[in-house]
Structures are given as structure tokens and as C-alpha cells.
T-cell receptor, first 112, second 113 residues
Framework: QKEVEQNSGPLSVPEGAIASLNCTYS??????FFWYRQYSGKSPELIMS????GDKEDGRFTAQLNKASQYVSLLIRDSQPSDSATYLC????????????FGKGTRLHILP | KAGVTQTPRYLIKTRGQQVTLSCSPI?????VSWYQQTPGQGLQFLFE???????NKGNFPGRFSGRQFSNSRSEMNVSTLELGDSALYLC????????????FGQGTRLTVV
């Protein structure tokens, strides 16, 4: 099982709808979870971090964490064409010296 | 507040050569991590330096090495370059380590010919 898994996409969502991005991880001891957005040809940009079970909201973005299910998600409300990018999930792996491991990312395409 | 600065932005090298990449972290950040990003493999962790000490290391050959200076600036060196080393090399700085939020530089695009 890969340490951090994401559906590669592309995920196509109509403008104005909710985009839902999912990520699963293998290490039950993981405590830190991050979502990065990466535009083509650019470096990853941190958009959300979450450390506790439940939801964390920041503007149009909501991160959801369920440690029992080893699942973290990112919801983007009122999707805009500018949200079209690759979204990377990152998780710390305690049994590997607390490294941050990235998923391969989900490509999101917002349809105008 | 200045962000993470990587130099150079682009490099073209020949197989067998060596290369040194530089990363200046956000002021006050003591942790610098290096990643290799390729289309097929995604973001692969190379190593992390904290207070001039390598604290974590990924699964890369010994040709990949790094160091960190007292001002937290870090360099990464790749010796005996191979075609497969062509990638975007990213560094990320964090206040205290890999368990906390990290911010990426713009990256160095290395092409080996």
C-alpha cells in the first residue's frame, strides 16, 4: 500500500460547483496533514493544514480529517476556473523519521 | 517577508558533470527540505536539514548530497549526473521541521543532456 494515495484525475467540475478531493494514508500515527496547490510550471503552494479530526474551513476551502478511516479531503466551494490546478496531499510519516510524504496529486479542471 | 529563494532557476548540464543548487529559506526558518519532482514519480523527498544537521534522508543514491550553513541557507549537490536526474528540484522551508507547514521556493529546473 502506498503511503499517501490520491486519485490522479483529471477531476472535472462545473464552475460554481463543489470540488471534492480525496486522500488516504497508510500510517495510523500520522498527525500532520497538508494540502498544496500546484499550477502547471509552478511550485506547490500551501493552502490548508489540518492536525485534528473534523473540519477546518478557510474561505472557500474546507479540509476534512478522519484519522480512524485514515482519510483526508479538501472541498472547494463555488469552484472558479482559477482553481484548475494539481492538488497535492502531504502527510507526515512518524515511523520514517517524521518525513513529509506527498501524494502524486489530483488534477482538477474547472469547466467554465 | 521574503519567501524561499532558489537559484539558479534553470540549468542545463551534461552527463557526468556535477551541479550545485542553492536555497535560501524564509527568515527565521531553520528547516530546509529538498524534493525532486518528475512527471512520473511526483514529489520525492531527498533530505532535510535542521540547524546545519541532516535530520532526514530519502531513498536517493549517495550522488545526491546537501549541506546547511549557519544562516540556514542550504545547498544541494548532485555528482556524476545522469539523464534521469533531469527534474524540478524544490526546496521547502519550515520553522522547526517536517511536521509543520512548509513553504516552497520556485524550484530549479535541471536538464541533463
Amino acid at each position: 500500500q502506498k503511503e499517501v494515495e490520491q486519485n490522479s484525475g483529471p477531476l472535472s467540475v462545473p464552475e460554481g460547483a463543489i470540488a471534492s478531493l480525496n486522500c488516504t494514508y497508510s500510517d495510523r500515527g500520522s498527525q500532520s496533514f497538508f494540502w498544496y496547490r500546484q499550477y502547471s510550471g509552478k511550485s506547490p503552494e500551501l493552502i490548508m493544514s489540518i492536525y485534528s479530526n473534523g473540519d477546518k474551513e478557510d474561505g472557500r476551502f474546507t479540509a476534512q480529517l478522519n484519522k480512524a478511516s485514515q482519510y483526508v479531503s479538501l472541498l472547494i466551494r463555488d469552484s472558479q476556473p482559477s482553481d484548475s490546478a494539481t492538488y497535492l496531499c502531504a502527510v507526515n510519516i512518524p515511523n520514517r523519521d517524521d518525513k513529509i510524504i506527498f501524494g502524486k496529486g489530483t488534477r482538477l479542471h474547472i469547466l467554465p | 517577508k521574503a519567501g524561499v529563494t532558489q537559484t539558479p532557476r534553470y540549468l542545463i548540464k551534461t552527463r557526468g558533470q556535477q551541479v550545485t543548487l542553492s536555497c535560501s529559506p524564509i527568515s527565521g526558518h531553520r528547516s530546509v527540505s529538498w524534493y525532486q519532482q518528475t512527471p512520473g514519480q511526483g514529489l520525492q523527498f531527498l533530505f532535510e536539514y535542521f540547524s546545519e544537521t541532516q535530520r532526514n534522508k530519502g531513498n536517493f543514491p549517495g550522488r545526491f548530497s546537501g549541506r546547511q550553513f549557519s544562516n540556514s541557507r542550504s545547498e544541494m549537490n548532485v555528482s556524476t549526473l545522469e539523464l534521469g536526474d533531469s527534474a524540478l528540484y524544490l526546496c521547502a522551508s519550515s520553522f522547526a521541521g517536517t511536521g509543520l507547514e512548509a513553504f516552497f521556493g520556485q524550484g530549479t529546473r535541471l536538464t541533463v543532456v
